[in-house]
């Protein structure tokens, strides 16, 4: 299985919910009301967490293909 990296980019999320309500194990609203991928950490302009199953790369998929503004990207790494 391929490890692939789950990038956020939090300041242009538009806090609409989405990602929590379909992937709750990775996703949740901070206190602030915007997403938070749980376990990952700041790297520059975004946060990131690396993967290693094929189940969290398609519940992350799904995170993905619902975000409305194209805020959460999915990395295969070599
Ligand atoms: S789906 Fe996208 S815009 Fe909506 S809360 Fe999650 S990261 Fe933010």
Known sequence: MAKFKILHFKEECISCGACAAICPEFW???G???????ESKQVGDH????I???????????A????PV?????????
Do not use: P
């Open 47 to 50: 946060w990131e967490r690396i």
């Open 64 to 67: 993905v293909d619902a975000c």
């Open 28 to 30: 949740e609203m901070d």
């Open 52 to 62: 290693d199953t094929e189940d969290a790369r398609s519940r992350n998929q799904e």
């Open 32 to 38: 602030e009301g915007m997403a938070q991928l749980k």
């Open 70 to 78: 194209t805020v959460i990207k999915l990395e295969e790494l070599e």
